[in-house]
C-alpha cells in the first residue's frame, strides 16, 4: 500500500517561497500527473516527495509513513530524471542493477532484478552497452527500467519525455501507460505538456504559481475547468475567452453581439454581474458546415481571418467582441480570406467564470 | 635606458613583431601571391588556403626546431663524445672524440647514479599520488562549504611560489638550532615540545627524501585541486541525484559516481605531475644538493656537466630523463586528447 499525501507542503528558498501550502491525496496504484507552466512548482513538489529537497512546511505521508526528515533511500521510491541521469562510466546491466548492488543484495538476484527490467523493457540486447552507445528512447527505457529493479512504491517522473522528438515521445508515452499497468505502482509524473497529462493521467494536478489550480480527471478538467487558467491550459487550441455583462437573460459582450445566456448558469449569475465566457473551438461552427446542432444556440456573423486546414476538420480564426477567436468547421471546403459566415455557438457546452475571480460559475 | 623601460619595449617590440607578422604575412599571400582574382581566382584561393596554415605554424615550428629539437640531438651525441683539450691548441679549445656507449657505462657504474634512479623511483610513486589525492580531496571538500573559494586560493598560492622560493621556506620548516636554543622551524619545534630532541631533518637517509616530496606536494596539491575542481563541477548534477535516489551514501557518490566519471582528468593530473616529479631539480638542488643520498637524475645531471664539466656522462644522464619522460609524455597527451572529445 503506497498512498502519497501532502498536508499544506510548503517550500521557501530563503524568503521565497514557491510552493503555498499544498495539499493532495494519491491512492495507492494512482497514476496522477502534476502539470503547469514552467515555475509552477511542479518539479519542486515532486523533488520534496522523492527527499532531494527539503520541506520548509506541512507534511509528506508515503503509505502509513511520515517522510519530511527521511532521505531519500529510505523511502522507497524512484525516479526517473528529465536527463535520463544515466551513469555514464556503467554499462546498462551495472545501471539497472546499481541501486541493489550497493544496497548488498547477492549477486544472483542482482541479475534476476536486472533480466527482468530489461525484459520488460525490451533491453536485452543492450545490456553490455554504456549510455552514450544508446539513442534517446533506450536511454530513456534504462532511466525507467533503473527505476523499476527495485520494485518501488512509488515512481516518481520529472519530465520524462521532454527531450525526445515529438515522434518517440508518443511511443515512450504508450509505453509509460503500459508499464504502469503491468508493474502496478503509484505514479507521481511531472510535465508541462498538457496532452501528455490528459493521456496518460488517472488524475491531473494543475499548478500555478505554487498553488494547486484543480484536481480532477481528465476528462473533468477538460469538461468543467474550474477557472479560466485551466480553461486555457487544458485542451488545445486554448478556450477562447469573452468578457461582457449580463443583461436580464442574455450575455452583452463587451463590443461585441448580445448572445443569450446559457440555460446551465441561469440561476448562478446575478442581473448585471460582468463575466467572462468560454467556449471551445469544437463548439463554435460555422452553420451548413457543421453537424446539426441540438439544444440552445447562439448565431451571429464572424469574419474569418485565416484558416489552418487539419485534415478532417479546418480550425478558423476570426475576430469577435475585439478578440481573436478560433472556431472549426467539419466538412471543409476551401476558403477565402475575410469570407464572412454564419456560426453557430452551442450553448449547453460554454462556460461561464466570474470577470473578478476568474472562477467558474458553476 | 631604464630596465624597466628596456622590458616594457621587449614586450611591446615582441607582441607587435608577431602580430605584425602574422598580419602582413597574410596580406601578403592574400593580396600579392595568390590574389583571388584574375583568371585563377579559384585555384589561388585554394593554394593560398593550403599555405595559410604552415604561415601560421611557421614561426613555432622553426623556435621549437631550433630550442628543443635541435638540442636533443645535439645531446644525444655529446653524450657518445668525449671532451678532450685540442694538443697544444688555445684553452677552450677542444677535440670530440666518438666513444660508443663509454659514457653510460661509466655513468651504470657510479653508485650515485643509482641513488638518483633509487630516488626519482620513490618520488614518481608518493608525489603524484599523493598530489592528485589531496587535489581531488581538496576540490571535492572546498566545493561543498560556504568559504570554499578562499580555502582554494590558500591551496593554489604555492603555485605562485617558484621552487626554490617553496625550498627556502620549509628549509625554514625543518631548521634545527642546538638543543640549548629556542627552535625556530615548526617541525623541530613540535618536535621538542613532544619532548624529542632537536633533529635535523634533511640529514636523516630515507626518510629526508620525503621531506624534500612534501615541499612538490604542497606545491602541485593546488594544481590538482583546481583542475579536479573543475572537473567535478562538469559531472552532471543529476547523476548525482539518481544516486541519492538509488540509495547511495556520500562514500558511494563519491567514489562510484564521481571519480569515475573524472577519470580521465585524474589521469591527466597524475601524468603531468610525473613530468615534473622527472624533472625535479630546484627543490633538492637548493635544500640538499643531493646530499645524505637525496640525489635525483635532474641534480646529476647538473653535478656532471657543470660541476663536474663532463659532458659525456651529463649528457648520458640527460637522455635517461628524456627515454624515462617521453612515455609517460605520450600517454598524458594521448589521455588530454581523449579528455577533449
Request: glycine fraction near 8%; charged fraction near 20%.
Amino acid at each position: 500500500m503506497a498512498q502519497v499525501h501532502l498536508r499544506d507542503v510548503v517550500k521557501k528558498y530563503g524568503a521565497i517561497q514557491v510552493v503555498h501550502g499544498i495539499d493532495l491525496e494519491i491512492q495507492d496504484n494512482e497514476f496522477v500527473v502534476l502539470v503547469g507552466p514552467s515555475g509552477c512548482g511542479k518539479s519542486t513538489t515532486l523533488r520534496m516527495i522523492a527527499g532531494l529537497e527539503d520541506i520548509s512546511g506541512g507534511e509528506i505521508t508515503i503509505g502509513d509513513r511520515v517522510v519530511n526528515d527521511l532521505p531519500p533511500r529510505h523511502r522507497n521510491i524512484s525516479m526517473v530524471f528529465q536527463n535520463y541521469a544515466l551513469y555514464p562510466h556503467m554499462t546498462v546491466r551495472e545501471n539497472l542493477g546499481f541501486s541493489l548492488k550497493i544496497a548488498k543484495r547477492p549477486q544472483d538476484e542482482i541479475d534476476r532484478a536486472v533480466d527482468e527490467a530489461a525484459g520488460i523493457l525490451s533491453l536485452a540486447e543492450y545490456l553490455d552497452r554504456k549510455p552514450g552507445e544508446l539513442s534517446g528512447g533506450q536511454r530513456q527505457r534504462v532511466a525507467m527500467g533503473r527505476a523499476i529493479v527495485r520494485h518501488p512504491e512509488v515512481f516518481l517522473f520529472d519530465e520524462p519525455l521532454s527531450n525526445l522528438d515529438a515522434k518517440l515521445r508518443t511511443q515512450m508515452r504508450t509505453e509509460i501507460k503500459k508499464l504502469h499497468q503491468k508493474v502496478k505502482s503509484t505514479i507521481v509524473y511531472v510535465t508541462h505538456d498538457q496532452v501528455e497529462a490528459m493521456t496518460l493521467a488517472d488524475r491531473i494536478v494543475i499548478m500555478r504559481d505554487g498553488h494547486i489550480e484543480q484536481v480532477g480527471t481528465p476528462l473533468d478538467v477538460f469538461e468543467s475547468p474550474a477557472n479560466t487558467f485551466v480553461a486555457t491550459f487544458i485542451g488545445s487550441p486554448p478556450m477562447n475567452l469573452l468578457r461582457g455583462r449580463i443583461t436580464g437573460d442574455t450575455i452583452s459582450l463587451t463590443d461585441g453581439p448580445l448572445i443569450s445566456l446559457p440555460p446551465q448558469f441561469a440561476s448562478n449569475v446575478a442581473d448585471g454581474q460582468d463575466v467572462i465566457l468560454g467556449f471551445r473551438a469544437d463548439n463554435l461552427m460555422p452553420v451548413g458546415h457543421a453537424m446539426p446542432m441540438e439544444g440552445a444556440y447562439a448565431e451571429f456573423k464572424m469574419t474569418v481571418n485565416l484558416s489552418e486546414p487539419l485534415g478532417t476538420e479546418t480550425l478558423l480564426f476570426g475576430a469577435l467582441a475585439g478578440k481573436e477567436v478560433q472556431a472549426k468547421m467539419l466538412n471543409p471546403r476551401p476558403l477565402q480570406n475575410g469570407e464572412q459566415l454564419q456560426f453557430q455557438l452551442d450553448l449547453t457546452r460554454c462556460h461561464l467564470f466570474d470577470a473578478q475571480t476568474e472562477q467558474s460559475l458553476r | 635606458m631604464h630596465p624597466a623601460l628596456q622590458g616594457l619595449l621587449t614586450i611591446a617590440l615582441g607582441v607587435g613583431g608577431c602580430v605584425a607578422y602574422f598580419y602582413l604575412s597574410n596580406q601578403f599571400l592574400d593580396r600579392v601571391l595568390f590574389p583571388p582574382r584574375g583568371p585563377n581566382a579559384g585555384r589561388n584561393i585554394n593554394r593560398a588556403n593550403m599555405i595559410r596554415p604552415w604561415l601560421f605554424l611557421g614561426p613555432a615550428l622553426i623556435a621549437l626546431g631550433l630550442y628543443l629539437a635541435y638540442p636533443v640531438v645535439e645531446t644525444l651525441r655529446l653524450s657518445l663524445t668525449e671532451r678532450v683539450p685540442v694538443p697544444g691548441g688555445q684553452p677552450g679549445e677542444y677535440d670530440y672524440n666518438f666513444v660508443g656507449f663509454a659514457n653510460y657505462a661509466q655513468m651504470m657504474d657510479e653508485p650515485k647514479f643509482w641513488e638518483a634512479m633509487r630516488n626519482n623511483f620513490m618520488w614518481l610513486l608518493v608525489v603524484p599520488a599523493l598530489s592528485t589525492a589531496f587535489g581531488l580531496l581538496a576540490a571535492q571538500l572546498t566545493d561543498r562549504i560556504r568559504w570554499g573559494n578562499a580555502a582554494k586560493s590558500m591551496i593554489f598560492m604555492p603555485m605562485a611560489i617558484s621552487f626554490v622560493g617553496a625550498s627556502v621556506i620549509w628549509k625554514l620548516v625543518y631548521d634545527a638550532r642546538p638543543i640549548d636554543q629556542e627552535q625556530i622551524g615548526i617541525l623541530n619545534a613540535l618536535w621538542v615540545g613532544l619532548g624529542g630532541e632537536p633533529q635535523t631533518w634533511l640529514t636523516v637517509p630515507l626518510w629526508n627524501n620525503f621531506f624534500l616530496m612534501i615541499v612538490l606536494v604542497w606545491i602541485q596539491t593546488g594544481f590538482a585541486m583546481v583542475i579536479l575542481s573543475a572537473a567535478l563541477r562538469g559531472i552532471p548534477e543529476e547523476t548525482v541525484e539518481a544516486a541519492i535516489v538509488d540509495g547511495a551514501n556520500p562514500f558511494q557518490i563519491f567514489f562510484k559516481i564521481k571519480v569515475p566519471q573524472i577519470k580521465t582528468t585524474i589521469m591527466v593530473v597524475w601524468t603531468t605531475i610525473t613530468l615534473v616529479v622527472l624533472k625535479v631539480f630546484d627543490i633538492v638542488f637548493a635544500m640538499t644538493n643531493g646530499q645524505w643520498q637525496t640525489q635525483v637524475l635532474a641534480n646529476y645531471m647538473f653535478d656532471k656537466l657543470f660541476r663536474a664539466n663532463d659532458w659525456g656522462v651529463g649528457s648520458a644522464s640527460a637522455m635517461v630523463i628524456m627515454l624515462l619522460v617521453t612515455p609517460i609524455l605520450v600517454w598524458n597527451v594521448w589521455n588530454a586528447r581523449r579528455e577533449m572529445r
